[in-house]
């Protein structure tokens, strides 16, 4: 729960940033803040209420084209030739050092950078190792080994090789062409950060539309499937629905939702994120 709580707040401040800086409004951040929260906690409880066929599927299905639609025009609009060469070198030296990476300490002189950032991403991600595993058996029903696999292990690092290849080697070529996305991160903070390079590709509200939206659906998809996950490890009674799909009660669902939107909200307004 601390961890989605994480997650959404995390979001939530790049949405909120987003609609700032896009719209050229100077709305209360508190507000926005607590209005954002809300719509997602709406979306992500009513999915996880109708099940992995049908609510969550839909948006997770959305949100996968969402995402290849803004990569590939990122792709094409961006430098290509140095998107390429980037990506390939920028994989060879992940091969290189992963290890040396992944084990590095600081030893001898404590930047903070390790604290900050290594370990914090380990530790935010392994506190979802068990909710991860029982949403994928659960998504595993029916398939094969070699597809469960695939889809859940091979897929999905090859993504996110080429998200981070395209949108940060794009976002490099831009700000060496001197479009001042570094300047407006240094004024308005990291989660401005996509919405200044998609600013510089053509057809500017629509890149900025497809990127809320990924935003939103990116995050949903996540607390769709923690709120399903944990609704279902805390009962031992459930239901089967007419796709033979065993459910927990949805006034369980509501819980876990709205708790792991307020968790949001609190490390936000904290500042614990």
């Known amino acids: 729960v601390a ?16 609609i700032n800086y896009v719209f050229g409004t100077n709305f209360s951040v508190a507000f926005l803040q607590m209005a954002v929260i809300a719509i997602m906690a709406v979306i992500y409880i009513f ?13 997770s299905t959305a949100n996968m084209w969402i995402f290849v639609a803004l990569m590939l025009w990122a792709f094409i609009f961006s430098d290509t030739i140095f998107i390429l ?9 992940y091969l290189q050092t992963v290890v040396s990476a992944g084990t590095y300490l600081e030893p001898l002189k404590a930047s903070g950078w390790i604290g900050g950032n290594n370990i914090f991403y380990l530790a935010w991600w392994i506190a979802f190792t068990p909710f991860v595993s029982l949403f994928l058996i659960k ?19 090859i993504f996110v090789f080429l998200w981070f290849g395209i949108f940060g080697a ?26 200044a390079f ?35 490890m805390s009962c031992t ?3 089967t629905g007419d796709d033979d799909e065993t459910t927990s009660p949805a006034f369980l669902k509501i819980f876990w939702g709205v708790l792991m939107a307020l968790m949001a909200y609190i490390l936000i307004q904290s500042g614990g994120l």
Not at 47 to 59: L, N, Q, R, S
Request: with cysteine; hydrophobic share 45%; aromatic share 10%.
């Open 3 to 18: 961890g989605i709580g994480t997650s959404l707040g995390l979001g939530v401040l790049q949405l909120t940033t987003g």
């Open 237 to 239: 009674s459930k239901s």
């Open 85 to 93: 060469n980037s990506t390939v070198s920028g994989f060879g030296e």
């Open 170 to 195: 794009g976002a490099i070529s831009s700000e060496i062409a001197g479009s001042g996305i570094a300047d407006k991160i240094a004024e308005l903070g990291t989660p401005v950060s996509m919405y």
């Open 139 to 157: 998504l595993a029903k029916g398939r094969t080994l070699r597809q469960f696999i695939f889809v859940n292990m091979v897929a999905p690092v």
């Open 47 to 59: 999915a996880a209420c109708t099940g992995v066929h049908k609510g969550i599927k839909y948006v």
């Open 198 to 232: 998609l600013e510089t590709l053509p057809w500017k509200p629509v890149m900025f539309i497809l990127g809320f939206l990924a935003i939103i659906f990116c995050f949903v998809t996540q607390a769709e499937a923690i709120t399903f996950t944990a609704a279902d």
